[in-house]
């Protein structure tokens, strides 16, 4: 190994010069990746590149590794310095997919793997065997689609009421009112808690069928954002941040700027500041319609929206979601059919009608938080319950305070502020004049898959 060279290839920034829409920035927005996944990323392109520089051989990266290869070719300052350092011109060579080509490019895979493995020992599977951030999950997929059965359900609800009315009738008189609406609201109450245990104990053991770093590397903001659910949550923590260090100030609903001077080169912070280019005072309400549109904040929203699709497509998921679904499907039906009997004897209905409408749309809402149980709920609480008590130094900085304890770390002076917009969604803000610019028309849309690479 040329120590050397490798010394100066991990030293390489992609990020230089600091930018809000950086390289990592870039990278993790286009492709909805966590914080993690695209610095390891990044580390295994910077191997690759190694390997094709000091390889005599065409060596041919992985589908992950070719989206950051992609990527850093749009950088094209960047990637000319790039090679200037490895001391090679590394040509990117497309696959055509042709069946004369099949061969080459075979050889160019496992290739790579031997001198891979020499160098840099075992490819982790992450990059190397998975085609996707989501693939990597390695979490079983099914092919249906919840939507359909929840729609199927409307159907099955009455054939229930029709079984249970001529099944069941004489069961229905022989219970009078209040004791049966009693009985009823019971029933549900117990079925919603039973059925919430059940979810959260299936669903927290699916996510430890998660590669375990994936679950162990979530950053203090992707996780502040999974359990407020609110991308403005993690904006509000870092201009408190920058209030607190002196940077910014609030006067009334407004933030001023006292100082751009800021002694971390974290670019989040950079981005904040930029925002009073233009003017020194500005409403927050304003600011934070800017922040929430910027890649470098809703990068983390996007990733979350991954992670919530895998967990989703899960086959785990679907069954535990029919479940759901059935045993909602069963308690609707038999405080229907009530309804439906009380009709045909001329009986007040009012008080059934009522409890049957709040249980539907309780059951509405307890069926669509299922999904985010995973982001919202289970993994922040795992992070509370057992990673970051076995390792509080690692977890000692504000943004890990701010996730254990919420508003309770907010400056005194910003916390009324922060309490205006507490109920306001991210969608309500506009845009405004300082939002930045996503360049979709340089996107990573750079064709198929790549064969691999030459050099001059």
Not at 11 to 24: A, I, R
Not at 141 to 163: G, S
Not at 203 to 230: G, R, V, W, Y
Not at 268 to 290: A, P, R
Request: some cysteine; proline content about 3%; hydrophobic content about 40%.
């Amino acid at each position: 190994m040329n120590k050397e060279l490798w010394e100066a290839i991990e030293k390489f920034d992609f990020d230089f010069p600091v930018s809000e829409y950086g390289f990592s920035t870039r990278l993790a927005y286009e492709n909805e990746w966590t914080e993690y996944f695209t610095k390891k990323a990044i580390e295994e392109y910077k191997k690759f590149m190694y390997l094709a520089a000091t390889s005599n051989q065409m060596v041919s990266p992985s589908e992950i590794v070719d989206v950051v290869w992609h990527q850093h070719l749009i950088f094209t300052q960047s990637y000319n310095d790039f090679c200037t350092l490895l001391g090679k011109k590394i040509q990117h060579i497309p696959s055509t997919h042709n069946k004369e080509e099949k061969d080459k490019f075979l050889t160019a895979k496992k290739h790579t793997t031997a001198i891979y493995e020499s160098v840099f020992g075992k490819q982790p599977k992450l990059f190397w065997e998975y085609n996707s951030f989501v693939e990597s999950f390695g979490i079983e997929k099914t092919n249906h689609n919840t939507i359909f059965y929840l729609f199927l359900c409307v159907p099955m609800i009455l054939i229930l009421v029709f079984v249970f009315r001529f099944s069941l009738y004489e069961i229905y008189l022989s219970i009078g009112n209040p004791h049966f609406i009693i009985g009823y609201i019971l029933m549900i109450i117990s079925a919603l808690f039973a059925l919430s245990f059940y979810n959260h104990e299936k669903l927290f053991k699916l996510i430890h069928c998660a590669p375990k770093n994936f679950l162990d590397n979530f950053s203090a903001s992707e996780l502040i954002n999974m359990k407020t659910s609110q991308l403005k949550s993690v904006i509000h923590g870092y201009v408190n941040h920058l209030i607190i260090n002196g940077n910014l100030a609030v006067e009334s609903k407004n933030i001023k700027l006292i100082s751009k001077d800021i002694d971390d080169d974290n670019p989040i912070y950079q981005s904040i500041i930029d925002c009073f280019s233009e003017t020194n005072v500005m409403e927050y309400k304003y600011l934070l319609s800017i922040l929430l549109q910027k890649p470098i904040f809703s990068k983390n929203a996007k990733a979350i929206d991954s992670i919530n699709y895998v967990f989703e497509q899960s086959k785990t998921f679907f069954n535990l979601y029919i479940l759901n679904l059935v045993v909602l499907s069963l308690i609707s039906a038999f405080g229907l059919t009530r309804l439906l009997i009380g009709l045909s004897r001329d009986k007040e209905i009012i008080f059934i009608l009522i409890v049957n409408v709040i249980f539907l749309i309780v059951a509405v809402a307890f069926l669509m938080k299922l999904p985010k149980i995973v982001t919202q709920k289970l993994i922040p609480k795992y992070y509370k319950v057992e990673k970051i008590p076995n390792n509080k130094t690692h977890h000692d900085t504000w943004e890990w305070n701010y996730f254990l304890l919420g508003t309770a770390i907010l400056s005194a002076t910003f916390m009324p502020v922060v309490q205006t917009y507490s109920s306001t969604n991210n969608s309500s803000f506009g845009c405004g004049t300082s939002c930045s610019s996503c360049g979709s028309s340089c996107g990573s849309s750079c064709g198929g898959g790549c064969g691999g690479c030459g050099g001059d």
